[in-house]
Protein backbone atom coordinates (compact mmCIF):
# COMPACT_ATOMS: atom_id res chain seq x y z
CA UNK A 1 0.00 0.00 0.00
CA UNK A 2 2.06 2.97 -1.09
CA UNK A 3 2.03 6.45 0.76
CA UNK A 4 -0.39 8.10 -1.34
CA UNK A 5 -3.24 5.40 -1.44
CA UNK A 6 -2.90 5.40 2.77
CA UNK A 7 -3.10 8.94 2.98
CA UNK A 8 -5.84 9.27 0.88
CA UNK A 9 -7.78 6.92 2.54
CA UNK A 10 -7.16 8.10 5.91
CA UNK A 11 -8.31 11.38 4.31
CA UNK A 12 -11.53 9.78 3.68
CA UNK A 13 -11.81 8.03 6.88
CA UNK A 14 -10.81 10.27 9.14
CA UNK A 15 -13.74 11.52 10.01
CA UNK A 16 -16.10 8.57 10.93
CA UNK A 17 -16.93 7.09 14.16
CA UNK A 18 -17.83 3.67 14.68
CA UNK A 19 -21.37 3.32 15.38
CA UNK A 20 -22.97 2.27 18.56
CA UNK A 21 -24.33 -1.06 19.40
CA UNK A 22 -28.09 -1.14 20.24
CA UNK A 23 -28.19 -2.70 23.56
CA UNK A 24 -25.23 0.13 25.12
CA UNK A 25 -27.53 2.72 25.80
CA UNK A 26 -28.58 0.71 28.63
CA UNK A 27 -25.33 1.54 29.96
CA UNK A 28 -26.80 4.81 31.21
CA UNK A 29 -29.42 2.90 33.41
CA UNK A 30 -26.68 0.60 35.43
CA UNK A 31 -24.53 3.72 35.90
CA UNK A 32 -27.55 5.73 37.27
CA UNK A 33 -28.59 3.29 39.26
CA UNK A 34 -25.33 2.94 40.71
CA UNK A 35 -23.98 6.52 42.10
CA UNK A 36 -21.39 4.79 43.64
CA UNK A 37 -19.80 2.68 41.07
CA UNK A 38 -16.10 3.27 40.77
CA UNK A 39 -14.66 4.60 37.78
CA UNK A 40 -12.88 1.43 36.82
CA UNK A 41 -16.27 0.15 37.05
CA UNK A 42 -17.94 2.48 34.49
CA UNK A 43 -14.92 2.47 32.54
CA UNK A 44 -15.23 -1.63 31.70
CA UNK A 45 -18.87 -1.14 30.80
CA UNK A 46 -18.12 1.20 28.38
CA UNK A 47 -15.19 -1.17 27.22
CA UNK A 48 -18.01 -3.55 25.86
CA UNK A 49 -18.52 -1.41 23.06
CA UNK A 50 -15.79 0.14 20.57
CA UNK A 51 -17.37 2.23 19.39
CA UNK A 52 -18.08 4.50 22.28
CA UNK A 53 -14.90 3.74 24.03
CA UNK A 54 -13.10 5.12 20.92
CA UNK A 55 -15.37 8.28 20.56
CA UNK A 56 -15.30 8.44 24.25
CA UNK A 57 -11.12 8.48 24.39
CA UNK A 58 -11.05 10.70 21.65
CA UNK A 59 -13.49 13.23 23.36
CA UNK A 60 -10.98 12.79 26.75
CA UNK A 61 -7.89 13.58 24.70
CA UNK A 62 -8.99 16.16 23.15
CA UNK A 63 -10.51 18.67 26.49
CA UNK A 64 -7.31 20.56 27.93
CA UNK A 65 -7.38 20.62 31.44
CA UNK A 66 -4.70 21.68 33.92
CA UNK A 67 -4.87 18.39 36.42
CA UNK A 68 -3.84 16.02 33.31
CA UNK A 69 -0.21 16.82 31.95
CA UNK A 70 -0.19 13.74 29.93
CA UNK A 71 -2.50 11.56 27.87
CA UNK A 72 -5.75 9.73 28.95
CA UNK A 73 -4.68 6.31 27.87
CA UNK A 74 -7.56 4.09 29.51
CA UNK A 75 -11.60 4.10 29.87
CA UNK A 76 -11.67 5.03 33.78
CA UNK A 77 -9.54 8.14 32.85
CA UNK A 78 -11.61 8.91 30.31
CA UNK A 79 -15.08 8.81 32.13
CA UNK A 80 -13.41 10.61 34.84
CA UNK A 81 -12.10 13.46 32.81
CA UNK A 82 -15.41 14.34 31.22
CA UNK A 83 -17.78 12.63 33.64
CA UNK A 84 -21.00 11.33 33.35
CA UNK A 85 -22.73 14.26 31.66
CA UNK A 86 -20.19 13.95 28.87
CA UNK A 87 -21.19 10.34 28.98
CA UNK A 88 -24.21 10.59 28.06
CA UNK A 89 -23.71 13.12 25.40
CA UNK A 90 -21.44 10.80 23.72
CA UNK A 91 -23.91 7.94 23.73
CA UNK A 92 -26.77 10.45 22.16
CA UNK A 93 -24.54 11.70 19.42
CA UNK A 94 -23.38 8.52 18.15
CA UNK A 95 -25.32 6.95 15.09
CA UNK A 96 -26.62 3.48 16.27
CA UNK A 97 -25.29 0.12 13.53
CA UNK A 98 -28.76 -0.43 12.11
CA UNK A 99 -28.80 3.39 10.99
CA UNK A 100 -25.78 3.45 9.17
CA UNK A 101 -25.39 -0.86 8.22
CA UNK A 102 -27.63 -2.99 5.89
CA UNK A 103 -28.73 -6.50 8.04
CA UNK A 104 -25.41 -8.80 6.80
CA UNK A 105 -23.29 -5.96 7.34
CA UNK A 106 -24.54 -5.37 10.83
CA UNK A 107 -23.61 -9.10 11.90
CA UNK A 108 -20.25 -8.91 10.72
CA UNK A 109 -19.89 -5.62 13.00
CA UNK A 110 -21.67 -6.97 16.21
CA UNK A 111 -19.07 -10.37 15.65
CA UNK A 112 -16.00 -7.77 15.69
CA UNK A 113 -17.16 -5.60 18.56
CA UNK A 114 -17.67 -8.84 20.30
CA UNK A 115 -14.56 -10.23 19.48
CA UNK A 116 -11.90 -7.46 20.06
CA UNK A 117 -14.34 -6.76 23.15
CA UNK A 118 -13.42 -10.57 24.07
CA UNK A 119 -10.04 -9.78 23.14
CA UNK A 120 -9.78 -6.38 25.74
CA UNK A 121 -11.09 -8.62 28.61
CA UNK A 122 -8.50 -11.26 28.16
CA UNK A 123 -5.61 -8.96 28.02
CA UNK A 124 -6.42 -6.62 30.93
CA UNK A 125 -7.21 -9.77 32.92
CA UNK A 126 -3.46 -10.88 31.91
CA UNK A 127 -1.92 -7.79 32.77
CA UNK A 128 -3.36 -7.80 36.44
CA UNK A 129 -1.76 -11.08 36.48
CA UNK A 130 1.50 -9.85 35.73
CA UNK A 131 1.07 -6.94 38.05
CA UNK A 132 0.76 -4.18 35.58
CA UNK A 133 0.76 -0.51 36.87
CA UNK A 134 -2.30 0.38 33.95
CA UNK A 135 -4.12 -3.23 33.24
CA UNK A 136 -6.70 -0.71 31.51
CA UNK A 137 -4.48 0.86 29.18
CA UNK A 138 -4.04 -2.61 28.24
CA UNK A 139 -7.64 -3.79 28.05
CA UNK A 140 -7.82 -0.13 25.94
CA UNK A 141 -5.32 -1.21 23.25
CA UNK A 142 -6.88 -4.86 22.86
CA UNK A 143 -9.97 -3.38 22.44
CA UNK A 144 -8.69 -1.17 19.23
CA UNK A 145 -5.76 -3.48 18.19
CA UNK A 146 -8.27 -4.06 15.07
CA UNK A 147 -9.42 -0.64 14.53
CA UNK A 148 -8.55 -0.81 10.50
CA UNK A 149 -11.16 -3.91 10.51
CA UNK A 150 -13.97 -2.21 12.73
CA UNK A 151 -13.59 0.97 10.21
CA UNK A 152 -13.42 -0.94 6.87
CA UNK A 153 -16.61 -2.72 8.08
CA UNK A 154 -18.13 0.56 7.91
CA UNK A 155 -16.53 1.60 5.20
CA UNK A 156 -16.72 -1.37 2.24
CA UNK A 157 -19.59 -3.98 3.04
CA UNK A 158 -19.32 -5.51 -0.16
CA UNK A 159 -15.68 -6.15 -0.07
CA UNK A 160 -15.30 -6.94 3.94
CA UNK A 161 -18.32 -9.43 2.88
CA UNK A 162 -16.21 -11.25 1.20
CA UNK A 163 -13.31 -11.04 3.51
CA UNK A 164 -15.53 -12.40 6.60
CA UNK A 165 -16.38 -14.98 4.42
CA UNK A 166 -12.44 -15.74 4.01
CA UNK A 167 -11.58 -15.72 7.15
CA UNK A 168 -14.12 -16.67 9.81
CA UNK A 169 -13.75 -20.41 9.68
CA UNK A 170 -9.72 -19.68 10.10
CA UNK A 171 -9.17 -21.89 6.86
CA UNK A 172 -7.78 -18.65 5.58
CA UNK A 173 -4.65 -15.91 7.72
CA UNK A 174 -6.60 -12.38 7.66
CA UNK A 175 -3.72 -10.54 6.16
CA UNK A 176 -3.95 -12.83 3.10
CA UNK A 177 -7.64 -12.57 3.07
CA UNK A 178 -6.60 -8.78 2.63
CA UNK A 179 -4.31 -9.67 -0.53
CA UNK A 180 -7.00 -11.06 -2.07
CA UNK A 181 -10.76 -9.30 -1.11
CA UNK A 182 -9.64 -5.90 0.15
CA UNK A 183 -6.03 -4.91 -1.94
CA UNK A 184 -5.42 -3.08 1.51
CA UNK A 185 -3.33 -3.47 4.61
CA UNK A 186 -6.25 -3.10 7.20
CA UNK A 187 -3.55 -2.76 10.01
CA UNK A 188 -1.80 0.10 8.01
CA UNK A 189 -4.82 1.78 7.84
CA UNK A 190 -5.68 1.11 11.93
CA UNK A 191 -2.73 2.34 12.74
CA UNK A 192 -2.92 5.37 10.12
CA UNK A 193 -5.74 6.59 11.78
CA UNK A 194 -4.58 5.76 14.67
CA UNK A 195 -1.41 8.31 14.10
CA UNK A 196 -4.00 11.20 12.83
CA UNK A 197 -6.71 10.47 16.13
CA UNK A 198 -3.58 10.62 18.07
CA UNK A 199 -5.03 7.94 20.04
CA UNK A 200 -3.01 6.50 23.62
CA UNK A 201 0.53 5.55 22.70
CA UNK A 202 -0.33 2.13 23.41
CA UNK A 203 -2.89 1.89 21.33
CA UNK A 204 -0.11 2.76 18.31
CA UNK A 205 2.52 0.90 19.42
CA UNK A 206 0.40 -2.54 19.53
CA UNK A 207 -0.25 -2.06 15.88
CA UNK A 208 2.69 -2.34 14.71
CA UNK A 209 4.13 -6.28 14.06
CA UNK A 210 7.49 -5.94 15.57
CA UNK A 211 6.84 -4.59 19.38
CA UNK A 212 6.22 -7.94 20.00
CA UNK A 213 9.44 -7.86 21.13
CA UNK A 214 7.75 -5.97 24.24
CA UNK A 215 5.69 -7.92 26.63
CA UNK A 216 2.92 -5.53 27.28
CA UNK A 217 2.11 -5.21 23.09
CA UNK A 218 2.91 -9.37 22.91
CA UNK A 219 0.11 -9.76 24.91
CA UNK A 220 -2.54 -7.77 23.52
CA UNK A 221 -1.29 -9.17 20.19
CA UNK A 222 -1.67 -12.71 21.78
CA UNK A 223 -5.13 -11.99 23.39
CA UNK A 224 -6.34 -10.76 19.82
CA UNK A 225 -5.43 -14.03 18.52
CA UNK A 226 -6.91 -15.89 21.05
CA UNK A 227 -10.02 -13.75 20.78
CA UNK A 228 -10.42 -15.32 17.18
CA UNK A 229 -10.20 -19.00 18.70
CA UNK A 230 -12.93 -18.05 21.16
CA UNK A 231 -15.40 -16.64 18.60
CA UNK A 232 -15.37 -20.14 17.04
CA UNK A 233 -15.87 -22.16 20.57
CA UNK A 234 -12.19 -22.69 20.53
CA UNK A 235 -12.47 -24.73 16.53
CA UNK A 236 -9.85 -23.24 14.87
CA UNK A 237 -6.35 -24.12 13.17
CA UNK A 238 -4.33 -22.37 15.50
CA UNK A 239 -5.81 -22.60 18.77
CA UNK A 240 -3.54 -25.20 20.02
CA UNK A 241 -0.07 -22.50 19.30
CA UNK A 242 -1.50 -19.75 20.66
CA UNK A 243 -2.51 -21.46 23.69
CA UNK A 244 0.71 -22.56 24.18
CA UNK A 245 2.39 -19.19 23.40
CA UNK A 246 -0.37 -17.88 26.19
CA UNK A 247 1.35 -20.27 28.60
CA UNK A 248 4.69 -19.50 27.89
CA UNK A 249 3.84 -15.91 28.47
CA UNK A 250 1.89 -15.85 31.34
CA UNK A 251 4.75 -18.29 32.67
CA UNK A 252 1.85 -20.96 33.75
CA UNK A 253 0.40 -24.27 33.33
CA UNK A 254 -2.58 -25.25 31.24
CA UNK A 255 -5.08 -25.64 34.19
CA UNK A 256 -3.79 -22.20 35.80
CA UNK A 257 -4.19 -20.90 31.96
CA UNK A 258 -8.10 -22.43 31.58
CA UNK A 259 -8.83 -20.73 35.00
CA UNK A 260 -7.24 -17.40 33.43
CA UNK A 261 -9.31 -17.57 29.95
CA UNK A 262 -12.52 -18.92 31.91
CA UNK A 263 -12.56 -15.74 34.07
CA UNK A 264 -12.34 -13.52 31.10
CA UNK A 265 -14.84 -15.85 29.13
CA UNK A 266 -17.51 -15.91 32.06
CA UNK A 267 -17.23 -11.94 32.30
CA UNK A 268 -18.27 -11.55 28.11
CA UNK A 269 -20.78 -14.36 28.50
CA UNK A 270 -22.78 -12.05 30.72
CA UNK A 271 -23.06 -9.98 28.15
CA UNK A 272 -22.58 -11.78 24.65
CA UNK A 273 -25.98 -10.92 23.75
CA UNK A 274 -24.99 -7.28 23.26
CA UNK A 275 -23.37 -8.78 20.09
CA UNK A 276 -26.04 -11.29 18.94
CA UNK A 277 -23.20 -14.08 19.86
CA UNK A 278 -23.41 -17.32 21.61
CA UNK A 279 -21.73 -17.75 24.98
CA UNK A 280 -17.79 -18.70 24.63
CA UNK A 281 -17.45 -22.67 25.76
CA UNK A 282 -15.30 -22.55 28.88
CA UNK A 283 -11.74 -24.69 28.74
CA UNK A 284 -11.07 -27.51 31.38
CA UNK A 285 -6.82 -28.02 31.98
CA UNK A 286 -7.47 -31.23 29.95
CA UNK A 287 -9.08 -29.57 27.11
CA UNK A 288 -6.07 -26.83 27.12
CA UNK A 289 -3.55 -29.89 27.46
CA UNK A 290 -4.99 -31.70 24.55
CA UNK A 291 -4.91 -28.35 22.41
CA UNK A 292 -1.57 -27.39 23.56
CA UNK A 293 0.10 -30.94 22.74
CA UNK A 294 -1.25 -30.91 19.25
CA UNK A 295 0.36 -27.33 18.60
CA UNK A 296 -0.43 -25.24 15.98
CA UNK A 297 -2.16 -27.05 12.74
CA UNK A 298 -2.39 -24.12 10.21
CA UNK A 299 -4.13 -24.78 7.61
CA UNK A 300 -3.30 -26.04 3.97
CA UNK A 301 -3.61 -22.82 1.73
CA UNK A 302 -6.67 -22.34 -0.01
CA UNK A 303 -4.70 -20.34 -2.34
CA UNK A 304 -1.22 -18.89 -3.09
CA UNK A 305 -0.60 -14.81 -3.09
CA UNK A 306 -0.10 -14.01 -6.97
CA UNK A 307 2.38 -11.40 -7.41
CA UNK A 308 1.38 -8.24 -8.87
CA UNK A 309 3.62 -6.55 -11.73
CA UNK A 310 2.41 -3.45 -11.50
CA UNK A 311 3.16 -3.12 -7.66
CA UNK A 312 6.78 -4.83 -8.24
CA UNK A 313 7.17 -2.20 -11.29
CA UNK A 314 6.31 0.40 -8.54
CA UNK A 315 8.48 -0.79 -6.15
CA UNK A 316 11.38 -0.92 -8.46
CA UNK A 317 10.78 2.42 -10.28
CA UNK A 318 10.60 3.82 -6.40
CA UNK A 319 14.05 2.18 -5.64
CA UNK A 320 16.24 2.92 -8.38
CA UNK A 321 15.04 6.93 -8.57
CA UNK A 322 16.76 7.27 -5.74
CA UNK A 323 14.27 9.78 -4.45
CA UNK A 324 12.95 8.16 -1.86
CA UNK A 325 13.78 10.66 1.40
CA UNK A 326 15.05 8.44 4.21
CA UNK A 327 15.77 4.75 4.90
CA UNK A 328 12.25 4.22 6.44
CA UNK A 329 10.52 5.22 3.12
CA UNK A 330 13.48 2.79 1.25
CA UNK A 331 12.54 0.04 3.90
CA UNK A 332 8.67 0.14 3.33
CA UNK A 333 9.10 0.43 -0.35
CA UNK A 334 11.33 -2.79 -0.05
CA UNK A 335 8.76 -4.78 1.68
CA UNK A 336 5.99 -3.85 0.38
CA UNK A 337 7.20 -4.65 -3.10
CA UNK A 338 8.39 -8.01 -1.96
CA UNK A 339 4.79 -9.17 -0.43
CA UNK A 340 2.73 -7.12 -2.87
CA UNK A 341 4.55 -7.13 -6.04
CA UNK A 342 6.04 -10.91 -5.81
CA UNK A 343 3.62 -12.35 -3.80
CA UNK A 344 5.80 -13.47 -0.65
CA UNK A 345 3.88 -14.05 1.89
CA UNK A 346 6.24 -13.24 4.86
CA UNK A 347 8.76 -10.56 4.44
CA UNK A 348 11.18 -9.36 7.37
CA UNK A 349 14.12 -6.95 7.44
CA UNK A 350 15.68 -7.28 10.81
CA UNK A 351 18.89 -5.06 11.91
CA UNK A 352 22.14 -5.63 12.82
CA UNK A 353 22.40 -4.31 16.53
CA UNK A 354 25.65 -1.78 17.21
CA UNK A 355 28.21 -4.45 18.50
CA UNK A 356 27.13 -6.84 15.78
CA UNK A 357 26.01 -9.84 17.71
CA UNK A 358 22.28 -10.05 16.67
CA UNK A 359 19.49 -9.72 14.38
CA UNK A 360 16.29 -8.53 15.61
CA UNK A 361 13.03 -7.57 13.19
CA UNK A 362 12.65 -4.10 12.50
CA UNK A 363 10.20 -3.30 9.95
CA UNK A 364 7.83 -6.85 8.54
CA UNK A 365 4.78 -7.45 5.74
CA UNK A 366 2.28 -10.18 6.14
CA UNK A 367 2.85 -11.29 9.79
CA UNK A 368 0.26 -8.83 11.19
CA UNK A 369 -1.39 -11.68 13.28
CA UNK A 370 1.91 -13.76 13.89
CA UNK A 371 3.07 -11.77 17.52
CA UNK A 372 5.68 -15.39 17.97
CA UNK A 373 6.95 -14.62 14.27
CA UNK A 374 7.07 -11.25 14.83
CA UNK A 375 10.04 -11.85 17.57
CA UNK A 376 11.86 -12.78 15.06
CA UNK A 377 15.66 -12.37 16.54
CA UNK A 378 19.20 -14.48 15.53
CA UNK A 379 21.93 -14.72 17.68
CA UNK A 380 24.94 -14.68 14.86
CA UNK A 381 27.45 -17.05 17.53
CA UNK A 382 28.23 -20.09 16.20
CA UNK A 383 29.12 -20.08 12.30
CA UNK A 384 25.48 -20.81 11.26
CA UNK A 385 24.37 -19.56 7.84
CA UNK A 386 23.29 -16.65 9.09
CA UNK A 387 26.00 -15.61 10.56
CA UNK A 388 28.56 -16.69 7.29
CA UNK A 389 25.61 -14.47 5.17
CA UNK A 390 26.19 -11.57 7.43
CA UNK A 391 30.54 -11.31 6.39
CA UNK A 392 29.58 -9.73 3.17
CA UNK A 393 26.56 -9.20 0.84
CA UNK A 394 24.99 -12.51 -0.44
CA UNK A 395 21.89 -13.73 -1.20
CA UNK A 396 20.72 -17.50 -0.69
CA UNK A 397 17.38 -19.65 -1.79
CA UNK A 398 16.69 -22.35 0.68
CA UNK A 399 15.14 -25.22 -1.40
CA UNK A 400 14.26 -28.55 -1.89
CA UNK A 401 17.45 -29.44 -3.70
CA UNK A 402 19.72 -27.84 -1.40
CA UNK A 403 17.55 -28.47 2.30
CA UNK A 404 18.75 -31.97 3.13
CA UNK A 405 22.77 -30.57 3.03
CA UNK A 406 21.81 -27.18 4.43
CA UNK A 407 19.38 -26.95 6.93
CA UNK A 408 21.45 -28.08 9.95
CA UNK A 409 22.76 -25.20 9.32
CA UNK A 410 19.97 -22.99 9.73
CA UNK A 411 19.93 -21.90 13.24
CA UNK A 412 17.92 -23.74 15.62
CA UNK A 413 16.24 -20.62 16.74
CA UNK A 414 15.10 -20.01 13.12
CA UNK A 415 13.78 -23.09 12.04
CA UNK A 416 11.48 -23.90 15.08
CA UNK A 417 10.35 -19.92 14.71
CA UNK A 418 9.74 -20.13 10.53
CA UNK A 419 8.00 -23.41 10.14
CA UNK A 420 8.75 -23.98 6.50
CA UNK A 421 11.91 -25.70 4.74
CA UNK A 422 12.08 -22.91 1.93
CA UNK A 423 13.21 -19.51 2.10
CA UNK A 424 14.88 -16.52 0.27
CA UNK A 425 17.39 -14.15 2.67
CA UNK A 426 19.64 -11.49 2.13
CA UNK A 427 22.66 -9.82 3.70
CA UNK A 428 22.38 -6.27 3.38
CA UNK A 429 25.61 -4.00 3.54
CA UNK A 430 25.51 0.02 3.39
CA UNK A 431 28.89 1.62 3.41
CA UNK A 432 30.81 -1.68 3.39
CA UNK A 433 29.80 -2.41 6.47
CA UNK A 434 26.86 -5.32 7.50
CA UNK A 435 23.53 -3.56 8.08
CA UNK A 436 20.81 -6.10 8.29
CA UNK A 437 18.99 -8.90 6.41
CA UNK A 438 15.97 -9.29 4.94
CA UNK A 439 14.14 -12.81 4.69
CA UNK A 440 11.14 -13.81 2.74
CA UNK A 441 8.86 -16.84 2.41
CA UNK A 442 5.40 -18.53 1.25
CA UNK A 443 4.78 -19.59 4.65
CA UNK A 444 3.56 -22.94 3.27
CA UNK A 445 5.41 -25.64 1.41
CA UNK A 446 2.24 -26.18 -0.29
CA UNK A 447 2.91 -22.42 -1.96
CA UNK A 448 6.74 -22.87 -3.55
CA UNK A 449 9.42 -20.69 -4.32
CA UNK A 450 10.95 -20.72 -7.89
CA UNK A 451 13.49 -18.65 -9.64
CA UNK A 452 11.86 -15.79 -11.54
CA UNK A 453 10.29 -14.51 -7.70
CA UNK A 454 14.34 -15.36 -6.38
CA UNK A 455 15.24 -12.44 -9.65
CA UNK A 456 13.03 -10.26 -8.36
CA UNK A 457 13.75 -10.55 -4.55
CA UNK A 458 17.56 -10.39 -5.37
CA UNK A 459 16.60 -7.47 -7.68
CA UNK A 460 14.58 -5.14 -5.31
CA UNK A 461 17.07 -5.74 -2.32
CA UNK A 462 20.32 -4.74 -4.35
CA UNK A 463 18.44 -1.54 -5.41
CA UNK A 464 17.38 -0.99 -2.09
CA UNK A 465 20.82 -1.29 -0.72
CA UNK A 466 21.97 0.84 -3.14
CA UNK A 467 19.37 3.78 -2.74
CA UNK A 468 20.78 3.31 1.51
CA UNK A 469 23.66 3.87 0.52
CA UNK A 470 23.41 7.28 -1.39
CA UNK A 471 21.79 8.38 1.26
CA UNK A 472 24.52 7.53 3.58
CA UNK A 473 26.80 9.57 1.08
CA UNK A 474 24.61 12.49 0.73
CA UNK A 475 24.15 12.39 4.67
CA UNK A 476 20.44 12.22 4.67
CA UNK A 477 18.35 11.08 7.13
CA UNK A 478 19.27 8.28 10.17
CA UNK A 479 20.33 4.62 8.86
Known sequence: MDKK??????????????????????????????????MRAVGRLVQRDPGLALKLIRVANGVPHRHF??????????????????????????EKVPDVLSTNAQSYYRYLAGRVAYAAALAEAWAENRHDMIPSEVGLAALLYDLGELVWTI???????RYMELVRDGQVLPHEAEYVALDVSLETVGHALAER??????????????????????????????????????????????LDQAARYLDCSSEE???????????????????????????????????REAGAKPPEPVFCLMPRSDR?????????????ENRDQVLDVLLE??????????????????????????RMEGTDHEPAFNRFELNLAGGHLIAVMMKRPSAFWLNPSNCDEVWPRVPHSMR????????????????????????????????????????????????????????????????
Open 5 to 38: SLADWVHHLGDRDLPLLEGTAAILSIVEANPQMS
Open 69 to 94: RTEVVALDEAVMMIGTDGLKRTIREL
Open 155 to 161: HDERRMA
Open 197 to 242: WQLPAMVRECMCPANARHARAMGVMLASNLARDAMAAWDHPGVGGN
Open 257 to 291: LADYINGATEHFNTHVDLYGLDPVPLLDEEKVKAY
Open 312 to 324: YEQARRQLASHSL
Open 337 to 362: GLHEGLGLNRVVFARLSDIGDTLSAE
Open 416 to 479: TLIGVREFFAHSVFVGDQPYGLVYADRRSGSCALDRRALKGFKALVELATAHLESLRQAGQGRL
